[in-house]
């Protein structure tokens, strides 16, 4: 076992652990973000730089730290390697350069996307970004384009980031599109205007970490915040069957997989689950997603009222018995 | 407990000859109706007169066009998640090719509804607008004897095409709000 140290946190990892695997076992704010790694997808990471670490010792028997801040999805731990993440405010400063090197040719028209609310990018340049942009030459553009009737392409919000040419290669029995070009011109493209309908196809719109590729079907219908998540299974003899439903009302809007706390699908639904299943008879409703409290998406969701309301009960009985209040049980905070 | 320090100990002692008859305490309310009536009527007769508003007055909403007589809503549904009472509702539709005169973004409101009896004027959606397409404005909610006539929808909301009948709101726009909108280095205005 590899003995490693990220933002003062020591961990153990088996030897080959990348340094993103090792900050995702210890969890929390010291997890790098990423954009094009994707861990059910094999090969991705490395392209968008996003996840980049400072590595101030290499390994026990080499201390010496790593000349370049390093991409974290990419580079495997060694013994008594120390990391730093957000503890280092020059790692900070070039992962905004990044970002804005990201947003360079990104339309910012989030008002209009429908990834919107559950964007990466968004959330990145949130947390990252500067206001300001230095970039003074006009943006790429590129017509908006049908990859076939159920998935829609907008060139101009994709970052490049190779998940949905992955998803292409290892999920569908043939690929289809694929990146074209090169340098500013590159773009995802099928090959001369084909469709892209094979029966895995759809997870193309889960993996896309941006609004570069979305559901027609759900197409400006609603946005992500004012449709409510519900866990949701089938029995579908492609796919493991098990989905979320986005309800408006009692009407299902969209069916998506189920995305773990990374962000990333470990379950990859076929396209009849997502395009062709969408009557509340075919399912069986298991209940309300859990989403996390500072996304969008819970806004206006009252289950976690009712969370709070048990919480005050439990407080108030601990008052009751004469015990004091139990601050550090708030089980809202996630 | 005493709030603000002015109750009067009320004393039920037997009242006086002249305080039986009533006479003075009836000429006395009559002294102070006669002096109202030769006051400053607090009242005006609206619609004919019309009080000075102040430039930020939060009143009836208007969805604003932009310079080409576009719209410039685009359905981001922003406004209607910051509604504290939830009196917004929309639906979007996509722009069709040839309709770039009437709508500005390629995704517009094809229904935009505000429940006027919901609404608390708080000026959030206003806020919340990354459009500049929402502003609350001077103009007043009209009343109705019907509850469902105070769902406005887009007949109601959106100002007229025509230059001189627009809604003006430049007087609610601060200097830090335009000093944004013209900052060229910011990526949105470009």
Redo the contacts between chains.
């Keep these: 076992m590899f003995k490693v140290t990220i933002d003062g946190i020591e961990t153990e990892v088996e030897p080959g652990t990348t340094i993103l695997q090792a900050a995702r076992k210890i969890g929390g704010e010291i997890v790098p973000p990423t954009m094009c790694y994707y861990s059910s997808l094999e090969g991705s990471g490395g392209y968008c730089r996003t996840c980049i670490v400072k590595v101030s010792a290499g390994s026990a028997k080499d201390p010496r730290p790593m000349p370049k801040p390093v991409a974290s999805c990419r580079t495997p731990v060694q013994d008594g390697m120390v990391v730093q993440n957000i503890t280092s405010p020059e790692l900070l400063e070039a992962r905004a350069g990044v970002v804005e090197f990201l947003?360079i040719n990104h339309p910012?028209?989030?008002?209009?996307c429908d990834q919107?609310g559950e964007c990466d990018l968004q959330n990145l340049g949130f947390a990252h970004g500067k206001?300001?942009?230095?970039y003074d030459f006009p943006?790429r553009v590129f017509e908006k384009k049908d990859i076939g009737n159920k998935i829609q392409l907008h060139m101009t919000r994709c970052i490049l980031c190779y998940r949905c040419v992955k998803v292409a290669d290892q999920l569908t029995p043939g690929r289809v599109h694929g990146v074209m070009n090169r340098g500013d011109v590159a773009e995802i493209s099928t090959y001369i205007e084909q469709a892209v309908d094979n029966d895995m196809s759809g997870n193309m719109i889960d993996v896309c970490p941006v609004g570069a590729l979305t559901d027609k079907t759900f197409?400006?219908?609603?946005?992500v915040?004012?449709v409510n998540p519900t866990d949701a299974h089938r029995n579908c003899t492609k796919c493991s069957g098990n989905v979320v439903l986005w309800f408006h009302g009692t009407e299902i809007y969209r069916v998506s997989a189920r995305k773990n706390e990374w962000n990333e699908v470990k379950e990859f639904i076929c396209n009849d689950c997502r395009f062709e299943n969408k009557k509340i008879e075919n399912w069986v409703v298991e209940g309300p997603r859990k989403i996390e409290r500072k996304s969008?998406i819970s806004?206006?969701h009252y289950e976690q009222y009712n969370q709070l309301k048990a919480q005050i009960e439990k407080q108030r009985a601990r008052l009751a018995n004469g015990e004091t209040p139990d601050i550090g049980d708030i089980s809202l905070r996630t | 407990m005493q709030l603000s320090g002015k109750s009067i100990v009320v004393s039920k002692k037997e009242m006086s000859f002249l305080e039986k008859l009533y006479l003075p305490a009836i000429l006395g309310g009559l002294r102070i109706t006669l002096k109202h009536l030769f006051r400053k009527k607090a009242t005006i007769n609206y619609p004919e007169e019309k009080r000075p508003f102040s430039p930020i007055y939060r009143g009836m909403h208007v969805l604003k066009r932009d310079e080409h007589g576009a719209e410039r809503c685009t359905a981001c549904g922003l406004c209607a998640v910051s509604c504290p009472a939830e009196a917004i509702s929309m639906e979007a539709a996509e722009r069709k090719p040839g309709e770039e005169k009437s709508f500005r973004e390629e995704k517009y409101a094809a229904v935009y509804e505000i429940n006027m009896l919901r609404c608390i004027f708080c000026g959030l959606c206003e806020e919340a607008c990354p459009k500049e397409a929402i502003f609350l404005t001077d103009r007043i909610t009209p009343s109705d004897f019907q509850r469902n006539s105070f769902v406005y929808g887009k007949d109601k909301l959106v100002e007229p095409v025509d230059a001189d009948k627009r809604v003006d709101v430049t007087k609610r726009q601060s200097t830090a709000v335009l000093d944004f909108k013209t900052n060229t280095k910011l990526a949105h205005n470009k």
Aim: aromatic residues 14%; contains cysteine.
């Design positions: 947003l910012l028209d989030c008002p209009v919107a206001e300001e942009s230095r943006r197409r400006f219908k609603s946005r915040w004012f969008v806004q206006n």
